[in-house]
């Protein structure tokens, strides 16, 4: 049985691209593009730096996971925040309507795009850099994932072109029954 194709669920590091790679990739299948960060603050009423400050991060994990559990949507491109990687329940129900890949981005490209974390609404726990961060989360992006999509030095536009292509190809085996 092939990949669930339904929906396409971007994971990654915070500046992995996801939402800019999501927004793009939707654009060229005809998808919706859904951004969960966006699906948190909009049900809360607050920005992620002050639903952590306020639940800290356990509870913010568990808002990310009702949230994302929430999302039953249909040809959609969807981006959720970085730290799904926490919350199994989440990537399970994520995995269970479409296809989860992980955008792999170096450490050393994601230290150059990032400025401040806690701006950004990133968990952090009380001392951790951002290699922690990377070291921690990378094994867990991979183990949810169902493609990993090494991003090199490709440009968004190229990282959007490969990943539609090896979309429409895996589409077209199921099709063809070659998958």
């Not at 500046?15 to 790679?21: A, D, F, N």
């Not at 909009?42 to 990310?64: C, M, P, S, W, Y």
Request: negative net charge; contains cysteine; hydrophobic residues 35%.
């Amino acid at each position: 049985m092939g990949l669930n194709w339904d929906n396409i669920i971007l994971v990654g590091m915070p500046g992995s691209g996801k939402s800019t790679i999501g927004v793009r990739l939707a654009q060229e299948l005809g998808y919706d593009f859904v951004d969960g960060d966006r699906v948190i603050e909009d049900h809360h009423g607050k920005t992620l730096k002050e639903i952590i400050a306020e639940q800290g991060n356990e509870g913010f994990f568990r808002v990310e996971s009702d949230a994302l559990c929430s999302i039953n949507t249909h040809r959609t491109v969807i981006a959720p925040g970085g730290s799904v990687c926490y919350e199994p329940e989440a990537i399970e129900h994520l995995r269970s309507i479409g296809t989860v890949v992980f955008l792999d981005v170096a450490y050393s490209t994601l230290k150059h795009r990032l400025g401040d974390l806690v701006a950004r609404g990133v968990v952090l726990k009380p001392g951790m850099t951002l290699k922690d961060l990377y070291d921690e989360r990378v094994p867990l992006y991979r183990a949810g994932s169902d493609l990993v999509l090494e991003e090199g030095k490709r440009s968004v536009g190229q990282t959007v072109e490969l990943l539609k292509e090896r979309i429409l190809q895996a589409k077209q085996g199921e099709q063809d029954g070659t998958d």
